[in-house]
């Protein structure tokens, strides 16, 4: 018999490749997701589709009944929506979150990874970023997924049910949202060189993200399911390790390019992965450059 796993946020971007990776090792996969950013399309017909909002405690409770491992992805995802209207990302990521660690408990589900995000680091004066680090969050988003952390951490103590939280950097790759506010400056510089269209760069371009595969983030996710080293509530950082400024991005696009206004984010995001190798035996694997061929070729740009 399969085991049951759930990937709540199975229909988005994370969620989805984390849902295709586990149906390809075996598992028995629910997915349960709202559809507000996500798309059935991305949810594969062997996988047990649940369409249900996780703040929706009473309809969904009983979908973790018999379930082994949740992987908890399931967000209101990115900064700028966080800022205009902070009480309905906070419901979707401190209320939601609450109630799957709730419903996991409640469950006896034995661990619970979190999609934690770098964000909660804010913009330290050292680099690279390690989990020891103080938490300096700045805006709601951030901070909501930094209480999302603290959660875990508690209900592991708390209620003794296993978690880890791996904070995510910049993640890319195929499916990511070209969605206004949602979109990652890769996705937004795919769509405008597909249209023609100049690259908008906040300036001066010279800001740098650590890019990191969804690929390789799915893979710390199925490592730290199974990793006898976590499951206290421990902060793992999933980062390339090295970080590319927005002109490199630039440049492996192509196009022209035009500078906008200046917006409130960090210089510059960079993982310490030192911990993620030491607790999940975990490496990234996809290169930068590969990664952004492989979504040129996608969206038909040469």
């Not at 996969?29 to 559809?35: E, F, K, R």
């Not at 589709?49 to 018999?66: C, M, P, R, T, Y």
């Not at 060189?193 to 740098?208: A, F, H, Y």
């Amino acid at each position: 018999m399969k085991e049951k796993v759930i990937v709540t946020g199975g229909a988005g971007f994370i969620g989805s490749h984390i849902a295709d990776r586990l149906l390809e090792k075996g598992y028995a996969v629910h997915v349960i997701d709202n559809l507000v950013t996500g798309t059935r399309e991305n949810v594969r017909p062997e996988a047990a589709f649940h369409q249900a909002d996780i703040l929706d405690f009473d309809s969904v409770k009983n979908i973790f009944e018999g379930a082994k491992y949740v992987f908890h992805s399931a967000a209101l995802a990115r900064v700028q929506p966080s800022i205009q209207d902070p009480r309905a990302s906070n419901q979707a990521n401190v209320t939601g979150t609450l109630n799957v660690l709730l419903a996991s408990r409640d469950a006896g589900v034995t661990r619970v990874v979190y999609s934690a995000s770098s964000s909660a680091y804010g913009n330290p004066e050292r680099m690279p970023m390690q989990e020891h680090m103080e938490a300096r969050p700045m805006s709601p988003y951030a901070l909501q997924k930094y209480v999302g952390e603290l959660y875990a951490r508690l209900f592991s103590f708390l209620y003794g049910i296993e978690t880890v939280s791996l904070r995510y950097f910049n993640v890319y790759g195929p499916r990511m949202s070209t969605d206004g506010h949602y979109a990652l400056a890769i996705a937004k510089f795919l769509e405008q060189r597909k249209r023609g269209e100049p690259l908008t760069i906040v300036p001066d371009g010279t800001q740098s993200r650590d890019f990191t595969h969804v690929l390789d983030v799915v893979e710390a996710n199925i490592l730290a399911a199974g990793s006898g080293k976590v499951g206290q509530g421990e902060v793992v950082n999933v980062g390339a390790g090295r970080d590319r400024s927005i002109l490199e991005l630039a440049d492996l696009i192509g196009g022209e390019r035009v500078f906008i206004e200046p917006r409130i984010e960090p210089r510059r995001t960079l993982a310490d992965i030192s911990r993620a190798r030491e607790l999940l035996g975990w490496e990234p694997k996809v290169a930068f450059e590969d990664g952004i061929a492989e979504l040129k070729k996608l969206h038909g740009i040469s």
